[in-house]
């Protein structure tokens, strides 16, 4: 069981970048999915975190109505993560976890099964 980040790069200041958390051995429908960053130098934060039963994804203030979360659809076992608009503050290694309840607020399990993350640079 694992989630796996990719699409990461170098992308400038005000670029978009869309991020793909591939989710394997389990199905991701059934999980509240969350997405963290972890800057250099700094903590691993969460960002946006997405329920099975959330009508809209929870995001972190710094990057509301820059980022955009969507959960898998049509069978996928594959979540998104939007970026638009970065900012070089954004640059980080960004990673996707699980945690199991029904939203984001009523989580009875911690994030875990956690695989690789992918390194998102903003720079000109």
């Known amino acids: 069981v694992q989630l796996q980040a990719s699409g990461g790069g170098l992308v400038q200041p005000g670029g978009s970048l869309r991020l793909s958390c591939t989710g394997s051995?389990?199905?991701?429908?059934?999980?509240?999915i969350g997405w963290f960053r972890q800057a250099p130098g700094k903590e691993r934060e969460r960002i946006s975190c997405m329920g099975t039963h959330d009508g809209s994804p929870e995001y972190v203030d710094s990057v509301k109505d820059r980022f955009t979360m969507s959960r898998p659809s049509g069978g996928t076992n594959i979540a998104y993560l939007m970026l638009k608009n970065v900012k070089p503050e954004d640059t980080a290694v960004y990673s996707c976890a699980r945690a199991w309840g029904p939203n984001c607020s009523d989580l009875k399990t911690g994030f875990g099964s956690w695989g690789r993350g992918t390194l998102v640079t903003v720079s000109s």
């Open positions: 051995g389990f199905n991701m429908a059934l999980w509240t």
